[in-house]
């Protein structure tokens, strides 16, 4: 059995002020490539792990083992299963650089084991087994529907405290909206080489420290978003979509991810801007920055390529509209 999951843009989180009794809360994009591919097959006991050929970076060896390991033992116990299961990545991405690829292996991991059992469960169930989505529900929502992706965050009654999914209890949030991404719309995705990435008791820190933010900017942000930024998608305007996007990087709490930034990545958003972008973002912590382009400004590709020289990985591709892809 094998499944092919997609990858994400988280583009921002609305609400890290709490005042309204809510927390959270945010909008992403799921994205056609990258992807994650993986591959299982049930055993006698025991979990094991293997990679193909094409796979030789570290960091991936690294998070893939520890994600489908904690992820396969949550569900195991859940479920009381007593067989083993060995699984082979085929295909991974970076980790740590804003696409979401630690949610995508959790679940992907747990969706193959319930495939095994006959369980039929949906991500946000899912999510809660695995330890993921306890404070966006983007990646879970991708995973299971693709498109955009609205979520309604926490309530207070839920989640108390500023906190990172990764070190939150809170189970995944409601959908609010998930909506098809036009399919003449392309994504460029530019990850700098930046030792940037923002994890485990950093992530916590940075929480804790900044949060909450103030409850004007929150105010702004849901209003761009809502009146804004969806809007803007339905109404099939790129321009006013891509200022829309500009517009939520100087507010609430995607202004302080982007202000812990190197000079490097804030100098490559500013040329992205300065050369035909419409608008440009940075997904969750970066180093991811993306931008939404068509054939009136397709020479932002070029460009950005240049500008980076080398000195990072340039990837053009489109929004996905469904989620997983399940071959048995």
Not at 47 to 59: H, S, Y
Not at 79 to 88: D, K, P, T, V, Y
Not at 127 to 142: H, L, M, P, Y
Request: contains cysteine; negative net charge; proline residues 5%.
């Amino acid at each position: 059995m094998m499944i092919k999951t997609p990858s994400r843009l988280h583009m921002t989180l609305i609400d890290l002020n709490g005042s309204y009794g809510r927390f959270d809360g945010g909008v992403g994009l799921t994205l056609a490539n990258p992807h994650f591919i993986l591959k299982s097959e049930e055993t006698e006991k025991g979990i094991t792990i293997g990679f193909d050929d094409n796979i030789t970076n570290p960091e991936i060896f690294d998070e893939c083992i520890t994600k489908i390991s904690n992820s396969a033992e949550r569900v195991i116990n859940h479920f009381n299963i007593e067989s083993g299961f060995h699984f082979q990545v085929k295909q991974a991405y970076f980790p740590h650089s804003g696409l979401g690829s630690g949610t995508q292996i959790s679940l992907a991991t747990g969706k193959l084991i319930c495939e095994h059992i006959g369980q039929n469960i949906l991500s946000p169930n899912l999510g809660a087994i695995v330890g993921r989505g306890g404070t966006s529900g983007i990646g879970t929502f991708s995973f299971d529907l693709g498109g955009f992706i609205a979520d309604g965050g926490h309530s207070s009654k839920e989640k108390s405290t500023f906190l990172p999914s990764s070190a939150s209890g809170a189970r995944p949030p409601h959908l609010i909206g998930q909506y098809d991404f036009p399919e003449d719309w392309n994504i460029l995705i530019a990850l700098p080489s930046a030792d940037n990435s923002v994890t485990g008791n950093k992530e916590v820190n940075i929480f804790q420290h900044y949060c909450p933010v103030p409850k004007s900017e929150v105010e702004q942000v849901s209003h761009v978003v809502f009146m804004n930024l969806i809007p803007y998608l339905l109404e099939h305007d790129i321009e006013n979509f891509g200022a829309s996007i500009d517009m939520i990087q100087t507010r609430g709490f995607k202004k302080i991810e982007v202000s812990l930034q190197p000079p490097k990545l804030v100098n490559l958003m500013n040329f992205m801007r300065d050369n035909g972008a419409y608008g440009v973002g940075m997904s969750s912590f970066g180093p991811v920055t993306y931008t939404v382009y068509d054939k009136s400004n397709k020479d932002i590709v070029k460009a950005t390529e240049e500008y980076l020289d080398g000195d990072g990985i340039v990837i053009t591709t489109k929004a996905q509209n469904h989620g997983y892809e399940l071959t048995k």
